[in-house]
């Protein structure tokens, strides 16, 4: 069992700035990719930053420059660093991760249970 638990979401002014954290626990080799998505109300999923497993670091056009994602893999923990956010960065926010299970196995599309974000204006 592999699970991912999303933290670090809350109420924020306009231009201030949140940082996400999402632990990843339990039978884990190895972590290949980590990526942050949100869901905003009445909009899809969309992607917003994703660290694969060369540790390159992809972002959505709409929060280039202003978030920033990191992992720590000693950890098993990925972070998203918000800042400058905006009240169009409200949703809730979602981890999901890719891995090697301790087995050998590799398990994709693992997702948490999500963390709210609302920024006001």
């Known amino acids: 069992q592999v699970q991912l638990v999303e933290s670090g979401g809350g109420l924020v002014q306009a231009g201030g700035s949140l940082r996400l954290s999402c632990v990843a626990s339990g039978r884990i080799f190895s972590i290949n990719a980590m990526a942050w998505y949100r869901r905003a109300p009445g909009k899809q999923r969309e992607l917003v930053a994703e660290?694969?497993?060369?540790?390159?670091?992809n972002y959505a056009d709409s929060v280039k420059g202003r978030f920033t994602i990191s992992r720590d893999n000693a950890k098993n923990t990925v972070y998203l660093q918000m800042n400058s956010l905006k009240p169009e960065d409200t949703a809730v926010y979602y981890c999901?991760?890719?891995?090697?299970?301790?087995?050998?196995?590799?398990?994709?599309?693992?997702w948490g249970q999500g963390t709210q974000v609302t920024v006001s204006s």
């Open positions: 660290s694969t497993s060369g540790s390159t670091a």
């Open positions: 999901n991760a890719a891995f090697i299970a301790t087995n050998g196995v590799h398990l994709y599309d693992y």
